[in-house]
């Protein structure tokens, strides 16, 4: 059979980084083909380069027997190729209808002047809703509907534009099981009628149930392609992860001494996104939070820096009850945040590396809640060059805007603001996200070495075998609650799946 | 190269694009533009001009706006006026008058932005619109006069040779240079100007911060109403219509950043100079005052258009 795509040889350079390296993957027709990698193995490159938005540096790809050295967006509309992003792109102010045929809605002329044909339309989507198994009227907003059902309409519009090739990118992260069976009975519906399905997902259980081949991306390299069923789980994870297995090296052991450096107890949440959280962390040890996106790990996070409000709840910090009511409070108190998005929220693209270090240690020793306190050039540079060493940030000058560094870089340059600021407990949010599998380890090693230095460190992260590979101990967060707690010997990715997913 | 060609202009940019236009206008009327007298007088002129940016600055910096401040000129030089009237020792009066309420009403737009959570172009409007009726409310839309001699030598008179106005306004100038340079307030508001939310992550206290900033503003847009004052000898109800576009245009002129996080005082006084410089070589050109609102026009457009091409190739 002719596959409906096929990419050869694909390479993809971003300014001399390599993101992708050869890559050969086709589609076939009626087939489930499963991308699996880690974060930045270059799966989303992959994706992009055949919807259009990115241009392949060398390669190319065959669409209905036509060779293209680069797609566009419209060509790849055009051989009916479909993508369902993990942030869905529907527009919530309008109806279903409307969703589905924006851009192109269909008219007819009253008068001679042409309007919307909404009886048409109505009457298409019904059909389509019927077909993806969504018991909706074609006219209820789109904003009214759960995420779940946001994902069939998603469907349903690659539908609509009658998609030979649908890519779906994680459906499956925030549904829950009944509903990941509801996706499960569409795609194979979908497989029927001859729609090729290329299916993102690191949740290996559910590959094995819903895919036919799988394509193994590592550090952008192709690392094989295999039927399901002539692999096992073990073997993928091999495959995908080699090196970051490695990461267990870090040795993650139960901290040897009793001492509780942290302690939450009844911590809720005034918006109740947190209800009713209590745990303890040890000196020396990295405590992990597992869960779903929304689950209230990072609201819980949020909540002990003071930035949200809280209901009830004390903490204990090195013995000393702290009351925080701002990242103000949070940071005085010796705290430091590394949020889950350093663009947004963690640094100042308008600042040098030495000022985006020093800028807490600023904070730190001001006076008259922050205002008052005199900035000392030689001082703060001198600074930033010990972090610079400490943290081994690559840059040719600390003199250099933040924004020229990589991501990785970047990162380090936060957690260099954190250490300036002789922070005592730290959060790390998602350390890890967007950053290349080199600079990953050595974040890990980074967290390990503050952790033996006697720092508390508490690790929010999505990617499970992150966390099994950094964490002496991981709880899990389901609706806002603590649902497990396990140590990193008990834990594995199964359990804490089944505990951040299940109605126990 | 083309880094090292952007940083020089960033930093002497401004220096050598006023040293143009004095050239220019040097051999065009050197006869009356390059005498003492006259180079005084552009210096003179654009000493409130210089004052109000250089606390508009402020609220551009946090990537806000201060609409207000030619309202804050008009009543503050009202009240300063009133109470001299009413017998009030000068440095008093300048103290509550220029100061005090200067600072008052910048407070009020500072509350109001924290409070709403609302855009400062908004609340800045809205308040312009206020304090110009407070203003004429309380004069009952007449010029107050009749000030003390002392007053107007103490504000608007000479020493040395150098007009007090601009001693005044270099001398706020000066603190506020040294604000943004040298203390951890200048910093934060720089920090909290790039991003506001990283800012508040990192421990800044972001509704604080906005405060100070609106106040600095209005003390300077009060400063600059009893300077008024004192050079008009009469406290005009309508004085300051306008006089944000020349605060803004300063500031922009000077290197100010429309998106926050960037710029610096010693820029936003070679704007105020430049613009200064343009009115009065226009003038003595003989090119009507509707042409120089045009020129102020242009030069506030070319200016951010320079910023965004010269920040965009980053």
Not at chain 1, 129 to 152: W, Y
Not at chain 1, 186 to 202: A, D, F, N
Not at chain 1, 278 to 302: D, Q, V
Not at chain 1, 325 to 346: C, Q
Request: charged residues 20%; aromatic residues 6%; proline residues 3%.
């Amino acid at each position: 059979m002719k596959p409906l795509v096929e990419m050869r040889n694909i390479t993809k350079k971003f300014s001399g980084v390599t993101a992708l390296e050869n890559i050969n993957f086709d589609i076939l027709s009626g087939e489930v083909h499963i991308l699996l990698g880690e974060n930045g193995a270059g799966k989303s490159t992959l994706m992009k380069i055949l919807s259009g938005i990115y241009e392949p540096t060398e390669g190319s790809i065959i669409l209905s027997g036509r060779e293209y050295s680069k797609l566009t967006p419209a060509d790849s509309a055009e051989n009916k190729i479909s993508i369902i992003y993990q942030e869905l792109s529907l527009i919530d102010e309008l109806s279903i209808a409307e969703n589905l045929f924006v851009g192109k809605l269909p008219t007819k002329k009253v008068m001679g002047i042409p309007v919307v044909d909404f009886a048409h339309i109505h009457e298409k989507t019904a059909e389509l809703l019927k077909r993806v198994g969504l018991n909706r009227s074609p006219s209820t907003l789109v904003g009214e509907l759960p995420i779940s059902e946001k994902q069939q309409v998603e469907i349903a519009k690659a539908l609509a534009s009658d998609a030979k090739v649908i890519i779906m990118d994680e459906p499956t992260s925030s549904l829950t099981t009944e509903e990941v069976n509801k996706l499960f009975a569409i795609i194979r519906q979908l497989k029927k009628e001859g729609v090729g399905i290329v299916y993102i997902s690191h949740k290996m259980k559910e590959l094995a149930e819903i895919g036919d081949r799988v394509t193994v991306l590592k550090d952008g390299k192709h690392v094989g392609t295999k039927p399901l069923k002539d692999v096992t789980t073990d073997q993928l994870v091999s495959m995908m992860v080699g090196r970051e297995l490695n990461a267990k090296n870090l040795n993650p052991h139960r901290a040897e001494t009793n001492e509780v450096i942290f302690e939450v107890q009844h911590l809720t949440r005034k918006d109740r996104a947190v209800q009713d959280v209590s745990f303890k962390l040890y000196r020396g040890e990295i405590l992990g939070f597992a869960g779903l996106i929304g689950s209230g790990r990072t609201e819980l996070m949020n909540a002990i820096f003071g930035a949200a409000e809280l209901e009830s709840g004390d903490m204990t910090l090195f013995g000393e009850k702290v009351i925080i009511k701002s990242p103000h409070d949070a940071v005085k108190k010796g705290l430091a945040f590394i949020t889950e998005n350093r663009r947004e929220t963690g640094f100042f693209h308008n600042f040098e590396i030495w000022k985006n270090i020093s800028i807490s240690s600023l904070v730190r020793k001001s006076k008259w809640g922050g205002i008052w306190g005199f900035v000392n050039k030689q001082a703060e540079q001198q600074q930033a060059e010990e972090q610079k060493k400490v943290l081994r940030i690559k840059c040719s000058s600390i003199l250099q805007n933040i924004t020229e560094l990589s991501g990785g870089n970047q990162q380090k340059v936060i957690i260099g603001k954190w250490l300036a600021a002789q922070a005592r407990l730290m959060i790390f949010d998602e350390p890890t996200r967007g950053i290349d599998v080199g600079a990953k380890s050595e974040i890990y090693a980074i967290m390990r070495k503050l952790a033996n230095e006697g720092k508390g460190i508490l690790m929010v992260s999505s990617e499970l075998p992150e966390l099994l590979a950094v964490c002496d101990r991981i709880i899990v967060f389901k609706d806002g609650r603590l649902r497990a707690t396990f140590t990193n010997e008990e834990a594995t990715e199964e359990k804490i799946m089944l505990a951040a997913t299940s109605d126990m | 190269m083309v880094n090292r060609f952007r940083e020089s202009w960033q930093k002497f940019g401004i220096f050598g694009i006023f040293i143009l236009i004095v050239a220019a206008l040097g051999i065009l009327s050197p006869e009356y533009f390059l005498t003492t007298n006259n180079l005084t007088q552009v210096v003179l002129q654009s000493a409130i001009t210089i004052l109000i940016a250089c606390g508009e600055f402020f609220t551009i910096l946090i990537a806000g706006i201060d609409l207000s401040v030619g309202s804050v000129i008009a009543l503050t030089g009202v009240i300063t006026g009133k109470l001299l009237v009413s017998g009030t020792p000068v440095v008093l009066a300048i103290l509550i008058g220029g100061i005090l309420v200067g600072g008052l009403l910048g407070a009020v737009n500072g509350i109001l932005v924290n409070k709403t959570g609302l855009h400062p172009f908004i609340i800045t409007l809205g308040t312009m619109s206020i304090y110009r009726g407070i203003t004429l409310i309380i004069s009952d839309a007449k010029p107050i006069f009749g000030f003390p001699q002392s007053f107007k030598e103490g504000v608007a008179g000479w020493i040395f040779h150098i007009p007090i106005p601009v001693i005044i306004a270099l001398t706020v100038a000066l603190i506020l240079h040294f604000i943004t340079t040298k203390t951890i307030l200048g910093r934060n508001i720089y920090a909290l100007g790039g991003n506001a939310q990283s800012a508040w992550f990192s421990g800044i206290d972001i509704k604080k911060h906005q405060l100070i900033v609106f106040i600095i503003s209005g003390i300077c847009a009060g400063i600059a109403g009893v300077v008024m004052t004192a050079r008009l000898g009469a406290a005009e109800p309508l004085a300051g219509v306008g006089f944000e576009t020349f605060a803004i245009a300063s500031a922009i002129i000077g290197g100010t950043s429309f998106f926050g996080g960037k710029g610096t005082i010693i820029g936003v006084v070679m704007g105020g100079l430049i613009i200064g410089v343009i009115n009065n070589g226009l003038n003595i050109l003989n090119v009507s005052t509707y042409y120089q609102q045009i020129v102020m026009g242009s030069l506030i457009i070319a200016a951010v258009t320079l910023d965004k091409l010269f920040s965009a190739k980053k």
